[in-house]
């Protein structure tokens, strides 16, 4: 054997394992891409904000935007962005946002009820009561 020559066995194990690199990269790939999954999908503005209502706040958000759509649309981006800015970093209840609403001029009534305890039950005050005066 001349210097510098390399016999033909190792060069045939090198390309080999070239191959096998490639393959298990190439393996490697898909698995991190299959592993990140499709893009995450930005949320919305109202998904943003409805995320920190708690407390009735979601009912108040509905009510809102059926009294005064587009001013509760400008109102939920702002909210939006104070929470994007990390200026809003605390929940909301549903009292503070009405009440964020009443301070802006935007009045409207939400659906209350009262609730009591008859017989085991929740119950509406008024059913109860009617019963009550029915019974006597």
């Known amino acids: 054997m001349g210097a510098g020559l390399v016999p033909a066995e190792s060069l045939e194990d090198d390309?080999?394992?070239?191959?096998?690199?490639?393959?298990?990269?190439?393996?490697?790939?898909?698995?991190l891409k299959a592993?990140?999954?499709?893009?995450?999908k930005e949320?919305?503005?109202r998904e943003l904000v409805e995320e920190m209502l708690y407390d009735r706040g979601d009912e108040v958000l509905e009510a809102a935007y059926g009294f005064y759509?587009?001013?509760?649309?400008?109102?939920?981006r702002e909210l939006a962005g104070m929470i994007k800015a990390g200026r809003l970093a605390e929940r909301v209840s549903g009292g503070e946002l009405y009440s964020i609403?009443?301070?802006?001029?935007?009045?409207?009534?939400?659906?209350t009820t009262i609730k009591v305890q008859d017989r085991?039950?929740?119950?509406?005050?008024?059913?109860?009561?009617?019963r009550e005066r029915g019974g006597e």
């Not at 759509?69 to 939920?76: C, K, N």
């Open 120 to 130: 085991g039950k929740l119950v509406d005050l008024s059913e109860k009561l009617s």
């Open 69 to 76: 759509p587009a001013q509760t649309e400008s109102l939920v």
């Open 43 to 45: 949320k919305t503005d």
């Open 35 to 40: 592993a990140s999954g499709p893009p995450k």
């Open 15 to 31: 390309a080999e394992v070239k191959l096998l690199e490639q393959r298990k990269l190439e393996a490697l790939r898909r698995r």
């Open 101 to 111: 609403f009443r301070q802006l001029g935007l009045r409207f009534r939400l659906k």
